[in-house]
């Protein structure tokens, strides 16, 4: 059985059809990009397997559990975390603020501690940057924030919308090296 199975999926804007049949899997361990043009529906294929937005038609089954119908803000205490395109800090708060954000959903303060000292380890800069506001962070730097955040909530699935996005060549290679190593780590 597949950790994530989208099946048949149908989302429309009003009477618009963005997403017309869409079907694929993801396997534990599996790193899995959908690709297409501007428009083609991966934005809005994402937004709906994270429950931003309703499905017309379809299933979303997670670990055995269809979630078609669940909201967002549920699927995080499930194991989902979703890094939005472009990046969506909270740009008047600091680093640290940021981070504790992702950690909304978890009771144990010595866990969500240990968990901020990973993320500290595999972003160096986030620690060196902790009390600095968010929004004076550089594209790459928000983005690791971004991924941070998501790793607080400590996912078994993290969905990335177009983690790559307005970077230099430079953080884009290590932003896609830090998503390997996330996925070795085991999510």
Request: hydrophobic share 40%; net charge neutral.
């Amino acid at each position: 059985m597949a950790m994530l199975e989208v099946r048949d999926l149908e989302v429309y804007y009003g009477v618009i059809q963005a997403l017309k049949g869409i079907s694929f899997d993801v396997d534990q361990g599996e790193i899995v990009a959908l690709i297409g043009a501007n428009g083609a529906g991966k934005t809005t294929t994402l937004h709906t397997v994270t429950g931003l937005l309703s499905a017309k038609a379809g299933k979303i089954v997670y670990e055995g559990t269809d979630i078609t119908r669940v909201p967002g803000y549920k699927l995080v205490s499930m194991g989902i975390a979703h890094v939005p395109e472009g990046r969506r800090v909270f740009a008047t708060l600091t680093v640290l603020q940021n981070l504790k954000m992702g950690a909304y959903t978890r009771k144990d303060k010595n866990e969500m501690e240990e968990t901020l000292k990973m993320i500290y380890k595999r972003f160096p800069r986030l620690e060196e940057r902790k009390n600095q506001l968010a929004g004076t962070l550089s594209g790459g730097e928000q983005q690791m924030l971004a991924m941070g955040r998501a790793l607080m909530s400590h996912p078994r699935l993290i969905v990335l919308d177009e983690p790559s996005m307005g970077l230099s060549p430079i953080y884009v290679n290590e932003i896609f090296d830090i998503i390997q190593k996330i996925n070795e780590d085991g999510t």
